[in-house]
């Protein structure tokens, strides 16, 4: 079974679904909701929140040329830059929320989207690195945050099984030990139908990695179902409040639906087990109430065994209802009551 560990926590199929809370752009430019966002996502019960590390400088251009706009979905008009520059959550508060996690007692990683991002975010000793699905393509970043020696989860939205493979292989080919893969639609929101789900145990099977969900649906339903298919992984934006208006709340949970997620997971999880067909601890008590075969007649030794004088009825204490057609016709070696269980000493 594959496996990594983030932070001491084991992250793989014989595990609990490790529940990403993604902070993104929700902060909304203000620090101390970041602070509350990250202390809602331990409450709700998520193994760790991440971040996103970028400048509008390093991801993109300052430039209005058709290239740079955004045409459709939730940021139709704006150009590139302008929306990372609302989006980008300030160096400068990186270090105070690492410190505010840690006392926390949650696991914060971030999204590195240069070269000097994850130069910073050693400098806060990340435990882990993300790749996020639209940085998939960039090889050359994958192998540098790869040099770091950490764990690495990268999202494969858009990207198609050649271009995932690519990717695996810088990650290595830069020092990665740790490895992980997420399965993700790059819509944002995205519908539940484009997930295909049934790509997850694939992606296991291909490509040997841990394997998990980075889930862009509206509610948990997806995220749940994916547990059951074998992700390890459940990464899903978060807020404090959907209708806040930032670049991602539309499309992210809000603590209660993250708390649900974090239950619903690990439930499913617990629900999958192993392949098992004994009788279970819950139904001990119930073995009693299945049927069985009992007398409904008086009868006395030396009667034979008719249709009219047995039958298959609830408890369980005589003799299973598979046996009816083997006594009928047999002589009794004593007297029976009726309402009394069916036994083998009964018959000569």
């Given at each position: 079974m594959p496996q990594i560990e983030i932070a001491g926590r084991p992250i793989g199929p014989e595990h609990s679904p490790y529940v990403i809370a993604e902070l993104s752009a929700n902060h909304n430019g203000k620090l101390e909701t970041a602070l509350h966002i990250i202390e809602e996502a331990k409450?709700?019960?998520?193994?760790?929140?991440?971040?996103?590390?970028?400048?509008?400088?390093?991801?993109?251009?300052?430039?209005?040329?058709?290239?740079?706009?955004?045409?459709?979905?939730?940021?139709?008009?704006?150009?590139?830059?302008e929306l990372y520059e609302e989006a980008h959550m300030p160096w400068d508060w990186h270090k105070p929320l690492f410190e505010h996690a840690r006392k926390l007692g949650i696991t914060i990683f971030s999204s590195p989207f240069d070269n000097t991002a994850i130069d910073l975010l050693e400098k806060l000793n990340a435990p882990a690195y993300k790749i996020a699905s639209f940085e998939a393509v960039d090889l050359p970043l994958i192998k540098y945050a790869a040099s770091t020696g950490k764990p690495m989860i990268i999202s494969t939205g858009m990207a198609d099984a050649e271009e995932i493979q690519e990717a695996i292989d810088a990650a290595r080919e830069g020092g990665c030990k740790q490895l992980a893969v997420l399965h993700c639609v790059s819509g944002y929101p995205a519908p539940a139908e484009d997930y295909n789900l049934r790509t997850i145990p694939n992606m296991i099977e291909r490509f040997g990695l841990v394997t998990g969900l980075s889930d862009h649906t509206l509610d948990n339903t997806t995220a749940i179902a994916s547990v059951a298919l074998g992700a390890s992984i459940i990464e899903k934006h978060f807020t404090l409040?959907?209708?806040?208006?930032?670049?991602?709340?539309?499309?992210?949970?809000?603590?209660?639906?993250?708390?649900?997620?974090?239950?619903?997971?690990?439930?499913?999880?617990?629900?999958?087990?192993?392949?098992?067909?004994?009788?279970?601890?819950?139904?001990?008590?119930?073995?009693?109430?299945?049927?069985?075969?009992?007398?409904?007649?008086?009868?006395?030794?030396?009667?034979?065994?008719?249709?009219?004088?047995?039958?298959?009825?609830?408890?369980?204490?005589?003799?299973?209802?598979?046996?009816?057609?083997?006594?009928?016709?047999?002589?009794?070696s004593a007297d029976a009551k009726a309402n009394t269980p069916v036994a083998w000493t009964c018959f000569e």
């Amino acid at each position: 079974m594959p496996q990594i560990e983030i932070a001491g926590r084991p992250i793989g199929p014989e595990h609990s679904p490790y529940v990403i809370a993604e902070l993104s752009a929700n902060h909304n430019g203000k620090l101390e909701t970041a602070l509350h966002i990250i202390e809602e996502a331990k409450k709700a019960g998520s193994d760790a929140v991440k971040l996103q590390t970028y400048k509008p400088d390093t991801i993109t251009l300052n430039s209005d040329c058709e290239d740079f706009k955004i045409r459709g979905g939730l940021w139709d008009g704006r150009t590139l830059y302008e929306l990372y520059e609302e989006a980008h959550m300030p160096w400068d508060w990186h270090k105070p929320l690492f410190e505010h996690a840690r006392k926390l007692g949650i696991t914060i990683f971030s999204s590195p989207f240069d070269n000097t991002a994850i130069d910073l975010l050693e400098k806060l000793n990340a435990p882990a690195y993300k790749i996020a699905s639209f940085e998939a393509v960039d090889l050359p970043l994958i192998k540098y945050a790869a040099s770091t020696g950490k764990p690495m989860i990268i999202s494969t939205g858009m990207a198609d099984a050649e271009e995932i493979q690519e990717a695996i292989d810088a990650a290595r080919e830069g020092g990665c030990k740790q490895l992980a893969v997420l399965h993700c639609v790059s819509g944002y929101p995205a519908p539940a139908e484009d997930y295909n789900l049934r790509t997850i145990p694939n992606m296991i099977e291909r490509f040997g990695l841990v394997t998990g969900l980075s889930d862009h649906t509206l509610d948990n339903t997806t995220a749940i179902a994916s547990v059951a298919l074998g992700a390890s992984i459940i990464e899903k934006h978060f807020t404090l409040d959907r209708s806040g208006g930032g670049p991602d709340d539309s499309f992210s949970l809000e603590p209660a639906e993250l708390a649900a997620l974090c239950r619903g997971a690990k439930t499913a999880w617990s629900a999958i087990g192993s392949v098992d067909y004994g009788c279970k601890s819950s139904e001990q008590a119930n073995i009693k109430f299945r049927r069985s075969l009992y007398f409904v007649t008086d009868m006395k030794a030396g009667d034979v065994i008719t249709p009219n004088c047995v039958r298959s009825v609830r408890p369980g204490f005589g003799l299973a209802p598979k046996h009816l057609e083997s006594l009928l016709g047999r002589r009794l070696s004593a007297d029976a009551k009726a309402n009394t269980p069916v036994a083998w000493t009964c018959f000569e």
